[in-house]
């Protein structure tokens, strides 16, 4: 599985951003999908995943309330809009698939397949 994220760019805190990430190869059904960012100097966290048919999503604490992941399994697409943007949120956000997407997983050693961030930078 190939994933290309895109929609990165500069915004100023309170805006609005949504991050698209698309799938070749494989079946994009079989996978849960989730998001990563990785800020300067820090570890790559969890932001939020979405089990294979959207049926469950899970988000981190610090994004919870703002951001909001979504899938479209015919466009083989996952989304995540990010909104009340906040200069904390600045990072490379990196989408990321896992087999059996049954259940949810936010762990990086979990996903199988990552694709190659797009940066999103929140000024003040």
């Known amino acids: 599985v190939q994933l290309q994220a895109s929609g990165g760019g500069l915004v100023q805190a309170g805006e609005s951003l949504r991050l698209s990430c698309a799938a070749s190869?494989?079946?994009?059904?079989?996978?849960?999908m989730g998001w990563f960012r990785q800020a300067l100097g820090k570890e790559r966290e969890f932001v939020a995943v979405i089990t294979w048919n959207g049926g469950s999503t899970t988000y981190a604490d610090s994004v919870k309330g703002r951001f909001t992941i979504s899938r479209d399994n015919r466009k083989k697409t996952v989304y995540l809009q990010m909104t009340s943007l906040r200069p904390e949120d600045t990072a490379v956000y990196y989408c990321?698939?896992?087999?059996?997407?049954?259940?949810?997983?936010?762990?990086?050693?979990?996903?199988?397949?990552w694709g190659q961030g797009t940066l999103v930078t929140v000024s003040s």
């Open positions: 990321a698939a896992y087999r059996h997407g049954t259940y949810s997983k936010w762990r990086p050693a979990e996903y199988n397949y």
């Open positions: 190869g494989g079946t994009f059904s079989n996978y849960g």
